[in-house]
T-cell receptor, first 115, second 113 residues
Framework: AQSVAQPEDQVNVAEGNPLTVKCTYS??????LFWYVQYPNRGLQFLLK??????LVKGSYGFEAEFNKSQTSFHLKKPSALVSDSALYFC?????????????FGKGTRLSVIA | GAGVSQSPSNKVTEKGKDVELRCDPI?????LYWYRQSLGQGLEFLIY????????KSGLPSDRFSAERTGGSVSTLTIQRTQQEDSAVYLC???????????FGPGTRLTVT
């Protein structure tokens, strides 16, 4: 069965500094990988995805993520954090060519960007 | 265009009562998913619908939970005889045929007292 681990419940970073939110996964075969962000009292917003191709994918709001097959990781990154990036971030996985199966989510990482 | 909408946004109910939560997916999206987000937890899959196929109910936590999708569009999640542990945010998502990402609604916050 597939699973996602987000080892940090909370990440604190100063505004302007680079940020990384970690994600590792376990899945049979090749994965589809996703990052979503949740602002207070809002639903989840799609940030970016890795399906195939370049290991570095770029998404919304200046975020990017790097797929590392050997380390089974898909860490989310941003070169310069903004206070407005403070939110709850979820990593999710679905097996390649698995049809319509639902996403499996990590427990989320709360990012706090301090001015 | 319009996103996924859910109603009500908040629902407070007494233990033992039944509740219905509604989801309007993005027009034309063939797949619809229900998830539950409990405090401090990730998202827990409940059920999904794809076109006219039989729904995948493998995530429903008990037989008190059921869902239907009428006309391939609107979906209703019903929880019978609610319990306090049912308190959570219930999120609906839809996905277009051939695409990979799911689009989420704002959720319904259910509180069982």
């Amino acid at each position: 069965a597939q699973s996602v681990a987000q080892p940090e419940d909370q990440v604190n970073v100063a505004e302007g500094n680079p940020l990384t939110v970690k994600c590792t996964y376990s899945v049979s075969g090749n994965p589809y990988l996703f990052w979503y962000v949740q602002y207070p009292n809002r639903g989840l917003q799609f940030l970016l995805k890795y399906i195939t191709g370049d290991n570095l994918v770029k998404g919304s709001y200046g975020f990017e993520a790097e797929f590392n097959k050997s380390q089974t990781s898909f860490h989310l990154k941003k070169p310069s954090a903004l206070v407005s990036d403070s939110a709850l971030y979820f990593c999710a996985v679905r097996p390649f060519n698995s049809g319509n199966t639902p996403l499996v989510f990590g427990k989320g990482t709360r990012l706090s960007v301090i001015a | 265009g319009a996103g996924v909408s859910q109603s009500p946004s908040n629902k407070v109910t007494e233990k033992g009562k039944d509740v219905e939560l509604r989801c309007d997916p993005i027009s034309g999206h063939t797949a619809l998913y229900w998830y539950r987000q409990s405090l401090g937890q990730g998202l827990e899959f409940l059920i999904y619908f794809q076109g006219n196929s039989a729904p995948d109910k493998s995530g429903l936590p008990s037989d008190r939970f059921s869902a239907e999708r009428t006309g391939g569009s609107v979906s209703t999640l019903t929880i019978q005889r609610t319990q306090q542990e049912d308190s959570a945010v219930y999120l609906c998502a839809s996905r277009a045929q051939g695409s990979y990402e799911q689009y989420f609604g704002p959720g319904t916050r259910l509180t069982v007292t």
